[in-house]
């Protein structure tokens, strides 16, 4: 059973940035695809992007694309969200999620317990 535990959300004014981590508890997190959801008052959770565990494929909601990067330390077990020029609909609950294969929207058997991040305008 694979824990993810994330860090770095945090308060910052609309076009700053942030980074966030996950970190895995188990050596198998580096064979599965990672991912970042997010879920902000009065929405469905929604997908932000991943990464295929090579560390070589990544995939971006339309919403965060050109502003948000996705990348992997599998020798440290964890993933990054870099996310820069944040705004203010940027603002929700992040999630680090984790699974072996499949679509990589969707259908993830690991989480984590989230890291709030909140931009001001």
């Known amino acids: 059973q694979v824990q993810l535990v994330e860090s770095g959300g945090g308060s910052v004014q609309a076009g700053g940035s942030l980074r966030l981590s996950c970190v895995a508890s188990?050596?198998?997190?580096?064979?599965?695809?990672s991912a970042w959801f997010r879920q902000s008052p009065g929405k469905e959770r929604e997908f932000v992007a991943a990464?295929?565990?090579?560390?070589?494929?990544?995939y971006y909601a339309d919403s965060v694309k050109g502003r948000f990067t996705i990348s992997r330390d599998n020798a440290r077990m964890t993933v990054y969200l870099q996310m820069n020029s944040l705004k203010s609909d940027d603002t929700a609950v992040y999630y680090c999620?984790?699974?072996?294969?499949?679509?990589?929207?969707?259908?993830?058997?690991?989480w984590g317990q989230g890291t709030q991040v909140t931009v001001s305008s």
């Open positions: 999620a984790a699974k072996s294969g499949g679509t990589v929207s969707r259908d993830y058997n690991y």
């Open positions: 188990e050596r198998t997190f580096n064979n599965y695809i």
């Open positions: 990464i295929g565990w090579n560390n070589i494929n990544t």
